[in-house]
């Protein structure tokens, strides 16, 4: 591959495509990097501000669910890869508005296919659409030795994940159907900075800093496996480089948490920081109606990766959930900006307050 090439890198003004790009657009000053997000709620510029002036670096405001759009945009740019992050991504929006999901995860994922194939016309020499994708797809684990690896049935259970393995089953379809090069992969729950205050980690950091009470789902015993986003995104650059044509690669920090002891982690985390008394902040937990639904447990096997590409987590649970904290709290303006606008009424919604 060419060390000049030209990547669009869709949804990266939302939680883990800002990450992705600031990686990319920092690590590969060759690469000409475009960030196409039509910046629905979860759509934040704020969140590329340090990179945005870069040269090599460029915003197109655009919907993938435009199909003569998306055309448009290969011609324009000619690109040579994609990283596609751009979705519908909040299991609890989509069992309000599925169709929503269909539009963007589905639709708009088959428009970018069709765009990849016209432009490189069976010319697919250092060409690669890479597909990012959730664990979601496998649907639920009960037995707790048991780990979601690549080869796992496909059991989407939400309006959330049968978009996603939808949009995973035409990624692999083109694959084999056209010979598109294309690479997939499915990750856990990630964490960290710029994560949307509608995810259970954020939304509880900004109820307990405004003593609000903090909604755990059903008796909280459901389980996620928990990644830093910085270790997806450089998983993603790894997999991007070095993965192999057609495969699929599981990303995910072997961190598995029920979130009732997560949020009385956070609560801890959140006493100490703002000098609250300890035990004080778990006084806001409150039990609510459980998501319909709810899958049980998550929890990735990320073997191949590890062993195949070399990767591995930075940091442990302990590390990143402070630096996401701390960092919530020393950009409490971010945090500010979303909630004050329809947030609100979004919260009041879901949660009747
Ligand atoms: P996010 O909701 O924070 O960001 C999604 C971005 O996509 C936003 O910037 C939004 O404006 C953009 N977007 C939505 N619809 C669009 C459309 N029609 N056209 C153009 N842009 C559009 O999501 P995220 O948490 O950063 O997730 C990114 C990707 O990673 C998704 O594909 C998601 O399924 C996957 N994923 C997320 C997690 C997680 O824990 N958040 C875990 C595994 C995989
Ligand atoms: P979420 O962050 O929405 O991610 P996902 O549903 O994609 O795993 O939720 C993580 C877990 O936290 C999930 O089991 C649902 C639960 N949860 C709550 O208990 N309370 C909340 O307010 C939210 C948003 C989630």
Not at 315 to 320: D, L, R, Y
Request: aromatic fraction near 12%; charge should be negative.
């Amino acid at each position: 591959m060419s060390s000049k090439r030209t990547l669009l890198i869709t949804g990266g003004a939302g939680f883990i495509g800002s990450h992705v790009v600031r990686l990319f657009v920092n690590k590969y000053p060759d690469y000409a990097i475009v960030n196409l997000d039509n910046l629905t709620y979860a759509g934040n510029l704020e969140n590329l501000k340090d990179i945005d002036t870069l040269p090599n670096y460029t915003f197109e405001k655009g919907d993938i669910t435009d199909a003569l759009y998306i055309d448009e945009l290969f011609q324009k740019y000619q690109f040579d890869g994609v990283i596609h992050l751009a979705a519908e991504s909040h299991v609890d929006r989509s069992i309000t508005d599925p169709m929503a999901f269909v539009m963007t995860n589905v639709i708009g994922t088959v428009n970018l296919l069709n765009s990849a194939r016209k432009l490189w016309a069976g010319n697919f020499e250092g060409k690669r659409f890479y597909h990012v994708s959730t664990d979601e797809v496998y649907g639920e684990l009960h037995d707790p030795k048991e780990f979601f690896v690549e080869t796992t049935k496909y059991d989407p259970r939400s309006p959330y994940s049968a978009s996603k393995a939808s949009s995973d089953h035409f990624v692999r379809a083109y694959n084999n159907t056209y010979k598109l090069p294309v690479v997939i992969s499915n990750c856990s729950n990630n964490y960290g900075p710029n994560h949307f205050p509608e995810k259970l980690i954020p939304l509880m950091i900004n109820n307990i800093k405004n003593n609000k009470p903090l909604p755990v789902y059903g008796k909280g015993e459901n389980v996620r496996d928990w990644l830093y986003v910085l270790d997806h995104a450089r998983a993603i650059d790894v997999i991007f480089h070095n993965g192999a044509n057609g495969e699929t690669y599981n990303i995910g920090g072997n961190n598995e948490w029920k979130n009732i002891d997560l949020v009385l982690l956070l609560c801890g985390i959140m006493d100490a920081k703002l000098g609250r008394e300890a035990g004080e902040s778990e006084k806001l937990i409150t039990y609510v109606t459980d998501r319909a639904g709810h899958d049980l447990r998550y929890a990735i096997d990320a073997g191949k990766l590890m062993s195949e590409l070399g990767w591995a987590p930075s940091v442990t649970f302990e590390v990143g959930l402070d630096r996401t904290v701390q960092w919530y709290l020393d950009n409490w303006s971010w945090i500010e900006n979303i909630t004050n606008g329809d947030y609100q009424n979004y919260y009041s919604k879901m949660y009747g307050a």
